[in-house]
């Protein structure tokens, strides 16, 4: 299994920016894919973005596609969400999540795909 520690979440106006970053930690030769999910209160957890820890492809939600980026390191075994253009309703408790298996997810949007997830990093978009 891997840990994975989120940080850099806060308060920000609309239209502002803010970059979360996951701190990598464990059986990280086993990671095949990196995600990041959010969830605000009283909705299901969403996914957010990806990344595939080798070849460094990318997926998001339409929701975020062309505001957020997601990137990794992985001699740093770091995964960063770079966020603009932030709305209110991106406002959420953001996840970190791996993949600690060697082969890809069936469906990279799906919770059950990945084995182990943060604790969180608290993101507020104000009007």
């Known amino acids: 299994q891997v840990q994975l520690v989120e940080s850099g979440g806060g308060l920000v106006q609309a239209g502002g920016s803010l970059r979360l970053s996951c701190v990598v930690s464990?059986?990280?030769?086993?990671?095949?894919?990196m995600g990041w999910f959010r969830q605000a209160p009283g909705k299901d957890r969403e996914f957010v973005a990806r990344v595939r820890w080798r070849g460094g492809s990318k997926e998001y939600a339409d929701s975020v596609k062309g505001r957020f980026t997601i990137s990794r390191d992985n001699y740093e075994n770091t995964v960063n969400l770079e966020m603009v253009s932030l709305k209110p309703e991106d406002t959420a408790i953001y996840y970190c999540?791996?993949?600690?298996?060697?082969?890809?997810?069936?469906?990279?949007?799906?919770?059950?795909?990945?084995?182990?997830w943060g604790q969180g990093t608290q993101v507020t978009v104000s009007e």
């Open positions: 464990g059986r990280t030769l086993s990671i095949n894919t």
């Open positions: 999540a791996a993949r600690d298996r060697l082969s890809g997810p069936s469906d990279y949007t799906l919770e059950s795909e990945y084995d182990s």
